[in-house]
């Protein structure tokens, strides 16, 4: 019997963030059964915030969301969000989420939605960066340096559901290393359509934006794309919404750090169209401790 082909990740990450509806207010995420030590973040806030619009009219957008990890989450085992609807006013509405796994808090998220209303309009710019088509896609970049990719990291690719190019070459050197900026900047969509629901594309950049912010804090420090000397961990997430968008679309993440210090490091970053509009703004705090020798 010919072996079933793998779903499209772009089709995998729609089911993901597909939650089961258990209860008016309880709904119950899938944990893919993962290599890795614990459930990646983006994909609890990404489905801590479906739970969160599933409890809305549909009418207001999310326009910002806070949130902690308070613990690991396990690969493989569900994930129950559990929403309180704090507020329903004339223009906002708020709903505050609770992620449990095996009887334990796990992570929690309070989001905002904002009936949408005419007003003025400003913002700083894009940097200027060459366009997505002219940048080799992360995997032949990484191929070009290494050759055959190991096997993990071949078939993290396979599965990737985000097509991510960076801006700038990947440094391999200390020496590279050491004359860098905590800067980073990444062009990114989804490897397939997402389809027409506009919450499950802000769901997915929420995935996506957890996927690569802390490089920018550890740009200076070692190679993104080689042995870790930190154990590290997201500790807060918080972002804004500012337009509507499809994550199927290129757009630019534009990462910087400002500090590092006293083991946590500090990242922000700016979600941009081709167009130049800012879509998203996204901060975020991590934990580095170096390994020990």
Known sequence: M???AEPNPAERLVDLLDLERIEQNIFR???PQERLQRVFGGQVAGQALVAAGRTTDGERPVHSLHAYFLRPGHPGVPIV???????DGRSFTTRRVVAVQEGRTIFNLTASF???EPGSEQQLPMPEVPGPEQLPRLADELRGHLGTLPEALERMARRQPFDIRYVERLRWTPEEVAAAEPRSAVWMRAVGPLGDDPLVHTCAVTYASDMMLLDAVRVP????????????ASLDHAMWFHRP???DEWFLYQQESPVLIGGRGLARGQIYDRAGRLLVSVMQEGLFRPHAR
């Open 2 to 4: 010919a072996d079933r």
């Open 29 to 31: 995420g899938r944990s």
């Open 81 to 87: 969000y559990q929403v309180e609807r704090v507020r």
């Open 114 to 116: 904002h009936l949408p």
């Open 221 to 232: 420090i070692e190679p993104l794309w080689g042995p870790r000397g930190f154990d590290m």
């Open 245 to 247: 968008f499809r994550a």
